[in-house]
């Protein structure tokens, strides 16, 4: 079984990453293999649940309010509508429903709102997971209280080369709110971005950062940087797909017991990227034609996808709800009709 390990070196990371390509993935796979069933992929729906008009300014995002582009705001959603959008996910075979609000932070009258959200989703038998931005230890225990599962706080890239990336908030906020997460009891989402126009050292940095927190996240999400029309980083470089791959392989390696995820970028990713992608030890991924404000692939394209490659949605062991239980029966069921699942 591979260790974890918390004190990788920059130059250990250099060297790892920069291993010929094969033998990269071989240890990569081999890695994911001794921790996770290879043909299972853990399947999470992303909503969001107030867009746009977000005062930090993140040079990636559209929903960023110092920048230009063409989405459209939108306020806090009723928890209602959250609830209906949660009961669709999960008749899609969605195990984890995470809720992503553009804020710097959630502020005192927003809570009780969240939390009934938080509250409501549980009870679906969904996994929860949210992402509001800075959260605050009384805030991250407000919402650990309700029944939130995981908390997203992406570290976004390298402490080097974060002040070219966002300037209304340190690298050192965004590890304190890992910290408070952590404190409260609740599972950490944390992964970065790469396309962003860093050096290959800040993809090192960012995979370094990650490991080497005092427990690593439960959940690593790696984005392809989607270039938005508006945002300072439309015109970028293009990131070689094979840096993509090796980051994915790394960060596998380096988070043995994560689920590392497949997250933004996948619109523009092949079928047989998106294999070596799952090759390389990835496996989790968003579902659902709409990641936040950026397109994803259309959810029926995933499931053929994962037909093909012979995979499956990992499936949760403790379903609370009765009607999902149910209604998961009557896919595993269906699946030879439909062809949107396999069983292998
Ligand atoms: S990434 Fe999040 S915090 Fe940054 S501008 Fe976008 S919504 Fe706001």
Same mark, same amino acid.
């Given at each position: 079984?591979?260790?974890? $390990? #918390? ?18 993935? !071989?240890?990569?796979? %081999?890695? #994911? ?9 853990? =399947?999470? /729906? ?81 996994? /929860? ?24 706080? @992406? ?12 300037? /209304? ?10 910290? @408070? ?22 993809? *090192? ?16 999400? =790696? ?18 797909? !094979? ?8 960060? $596998? ?5 994560? *689920?590392? $995820?497949?997250?933004?970028? $996948? ?16 496996? %989790? ?51 030879? /009709? ?7």
């Amino acid at each position: 079984m591979a260790t974890v $390990r #918390h004190d990788w070196t920059y130059e250990e990371v250099k060297a790892l990453f920069n291993m010929p390509f094969n033998d990269l993935l !071989f240890k990569a796979a %081999s890695i #994911h293999r001794e921790n996770f069933n290879p043909n299972e992929v853990q =399947i999470s /729906t992303l909503l969001s649940i107030k867009t746009g008009a977000c005062p930090e300014d993140c040079k990636y995002c559209p929903q960023s309010a110092h920048y230009k582009t063409d989405l459209d705001r939108e306020r806090l959603m009723e928890v209602e509508k959250v609830v209906e959008q949660a009961r669709l996910a999960r008749s899609k075979g969605a195990t984890r429903f995470c809720m992503g609000a553009a804020w710097s932070d959630p502020k005192d009258r927003d809570m009780p709102y969240i939390s009934k959200m938080v509250r409501e989703v549980k009870e679906l038998g969904l996994e /929860t997971c949210m992402t509001l931005g800075m959260l605050d230890n009384e805030k991250a225990h407000a919402l650990r209280d309700a029944g939130l599962d995981y908390y997203n706080h @992406n570290l976004d890239t390298s402490p080097e080369y974060y002040q070219q990336i966002i300037t /209304t908030r340190t690298y050192q906020d965004r590890l304190d709110t890992l910290d @408070n997460v952590r404190d409260a009891g609740m599972k950490v989402c944390s992964g970065g971005i790469v396309g962003m126009g860093e050096q290959a050292g800040d993809r *090192y940095g960012l995979l370094m950062q990650l490991a080497n927190l005092p427990k690593q996240p439960e959940s690593v999400p =790696i984005n392809m940087l989607v270039k938005v029309k508006g945002t300072p980083l439309e015109d970028v470089e293009d990131l070689d797909h !094979f840096e993509f791959i090796r980051t994915i392989a790394t960060a $596998r390696i380096m988070m043995p017991h994560s *689920y590392v $995820r497949l997250s933004a970028g $996948r619109t523009a990713m092949n079928e047989q990227m998106q294999s070596m992608c799952f090759f390389a030890g990835a496996n %989790s991924i968003f579902y659902g034609d709409k990641l936040l404000t950026t397109e994803n692939p259309e959810a029926d394209a995933d499931m053929n996808l994962l037909k093909k490659l012979g995979m499956n949605p990992e499936k949760r062991q403790d379903y609370s709800d009765e009607a999902y239980e149910a209604s998961l029966s009557s896919k595993i069921a269906d699946k030879a /009709t439909s062809e949107l699942f396999y069983e292998a």
